[in-house]
């Protein structure tokens, strides 16, 4: 990166965490205010925040990799999102605000008692830690790998600064933080996308580009194609994916701490529902993104790995570089026909000659069929090389392109999104990693009775004991597929627990809390065997998980002796 680049980096970051630091300064004077903000927010805000907490780094990396590679049927992962923000506005938002409550396990504890809340609070705590730890890994992996940064130090410069203005400020300081990182990350993906069809060739306007990815399969928005194990059609989107938004804007922590801090039910109500309908147009967007990479490079050789450090070890080594430039020779011979061969398919595409679109679709078909199998000779080369190395470079396309693409200046405000959105989304994490720990685990269970001051101090060590925490696992993360994937993999593994125990809380009055405690412990190990022994698609778990408690905590009700645990108006 250029001088100018460090300077629009470090400015945009040294403005944001400054900026919410000094406004939030004076934030801890009481736990409400710490943990809550006083439950002061508007609904823009609590929009704004509820996007920037699931906007992480990983959003911004790995999605437009994914559509550069799958095309744009990834969409259908959110078809279920509306519907969620809706159904727990209707349901969700009023209870919690009529109890008051700091976290949403609180509510279980009056419903089921203590051992339930402290299940679903412990739940949420490793599924969270670890997420954390993942959003700030990713991120790092990514820029040590593209900008040669370690990768410890990196994962400290990010950690360190998400916690240091999340113990000084605490809720408000998050949301604060968030609004200037959210204009960051919207204005520099808005600029990418214009800047990617700006560098099409002159003869090649956006339709033109649209046509050619459809063309190619990758504008998939809608398969209505059911199969258990594919993770993306409409099918996993409006069920798998909608338990799992049920799960995530419902009963996270990190989600539900955003609308708790809201002025009124209404105003709650209106930042879920603004999140509904702002979310798949931005993945929208986003995907878009990818699928432009894609027609871009059609046009413009792309490297032969995405994973520069790979293909530097390659050409250092001196049993493989000579494979390795017999590679690229070979990728270079056989672009200028792909290149060709799209060109011509465009021109095809503007006219009703269906013989020759069909003639030019062939010829591009085996051009690209030609350079798959270098890219495949490439990945055997890289296992036998590198076995340690990722073979799959797609999390690495779009920041390949803004560094070698963009203009100086423009490189360090990509790379500041980068890390607005990893501080934004593991920022709230922190903060709601830090309140259930307080609040479900320490005050009920360790200190009863003490003054509130110390609770807001428990609650800063409780935010810098999770935030090395993060550190610390994000320091030995391994690399899982594509990493928007692993993000919800693993939250798949739990929320779906999670999500069944609030279901019969709210709506299956004759079940008790000893029934779903075990319902709860019987469904997680069931769901963790199927993720090691099946290949069951992961969003079905939301589905399953949620399912299984509800049923086996009516069987296991009915079963058991006495009477039902004391519970409490769900409505």
């Known amino acids: ?114 051992p339930t809340r402290t299940l679903a609070a412990l739940l949420f705590l490793v599924q969270r830690g670890l997420s954390n730890g993942l959003s700030l890994y990713a991120p790092a992996l990514v820029l040590s790998a593209i900008l040669g940064w370690n990768v410890s130090l990196t994962v400290w410069l990010i950690g360190g ?71 993306y059609n409409f099918w996993t989107g409006m069920t798998g994916g909608l338990f799992l938004a049920l799960s995530y804007f419902g009963t996270d922590q990190s989600q539900v701490q955003r609308y708790l801090a809201g002025q009124s039910i209404t105003e709650s109500r209106l930042g879920l529902l603004f999140n509904g309908l702002v979310k798949i147009p931005m993945q929208f967007g986003i995907l878009l993104i990818g699928v432009l990479l894609f027609v871009f490079y059609q046009f413009n050789q792309p490297p032969l790995t995405f994973n520069r450090p790979v293909q530097e070890q390659l050409s250092a080594s001196p049993t493989h570089a000579a494979a390795l430039r017999a590679l690229e020779q070979r990728q270079t011979a056989l672009f200028a026909p792909q290149q060709a061969a799209a060109g011509q398919l465009i021109r095809t595409l503007r006219t009703n000659d269906q013989a020759a679109q069909q003639a030019a679709q062939q010829q591009l078909d085996a051009a690209t069929t030609s350079l798959k199998q270098v890219r495949t000779d490439l990945n055997a080369l890289v296992k036998e090389a590198v076995p340690t190395a990722e073979a799959k470079d797609t999390d690495y396309v779009f920041l390949s392109f803004v560094l070698r693409y963009l203009p100086h200046g423009l490189v360090g405000l ?39 001051q110390h609770y807001v101090r428990a609650s800063r060590w409780a935010t810098i004991t999770w935030g090395v925490l993060g550190i610390g696992f994000a320091l030995f993360a391994a690399r899982m597929e594509n990493l928007i994937q692993a993000v919800n993999i693993l939250g798949s593994l739990f929320y779906g627990t999670i999500l069944g125990i ?46 299984l408690v509800m049923l086996l905590g009516a069987l296991l009700q009915a079963l058991l002796p006495g009477t039902a645990e004391k519970m409490v108006d769900a409505a």
């Open 502 to 547: 609030f279901v019969v809380a709210f709506f299956l009055k004759s079940i008790g809390g000893r029934a779903v405690f075990l319902a709860a412990l019987i469904t997680q190990a069931i769901i963790f065997l199927l993720f090691w022994q099946t290949d069951v698609a992961y969003l079905w778990y939301n589905i399953i998980g949620c399912a």
């Open 161 to 231: 600064l998400m916690i240091s203005y999340t113990v000084t400020g605490g809720t408000r300081a998050v949301a604060v933080t968030q609004q200037g990182q959210v204009a960051i990350i919207f204005t520099g993906m808005v600029v990418a996308g214009f800047l990617l069809v700006h560098y099409l060739p002159a003869d090649v306007g956006f339709g033109d580009a649209m046509r050619l990815a459809g063309h190619q399969g990758k504008l998939n928005l809608v398969d209505f194609h059911f199969d258990p194990k594919d993770r």
């Open 1 to 114: 990166m250029s001088g100018l680049d460090w300077l629009v980096l470090a400015g945009t970051l040294a403005f944001i965490v400054g900026y919410g630091t000094w406004r939030t300064r004076k934030a801890g004077r009481s736990l409400d205010a710490y943990l809550l903000g006083g439950r002061q927010a508007n609904w823009w805000g609590i929009g704004l925040s509820i996007v920037a907490t699931q906007a992480s780094a990983i959003t911004f990396l790995s999605t437009p990799g994914q559509a550069y590679d799958d095309g744009m049927r990834f969409i259908q992962f959110y078809f279920g999102l509306p519907v969620a923000m809706v159904l727990i506005a209707i349901f969700a938002v009023p209870l919690y605000h009529r109890l008051q409550v700091f976290t949403a396990y609180e509510y279980l504890e009056t419903r089921f008692g203590r």
């Open 414 to 452: 990509l790379i500041a999104v980068v890390l607005c959105a990893a501080m934004s989304s593991a920022a709230a994490g922190l903060n709601a990693l830090a309140s259930t720990t307080i609040i479900d685990l320490y005050q009920p269970n360790v200190r009863r009775r003490v003054d509130e």
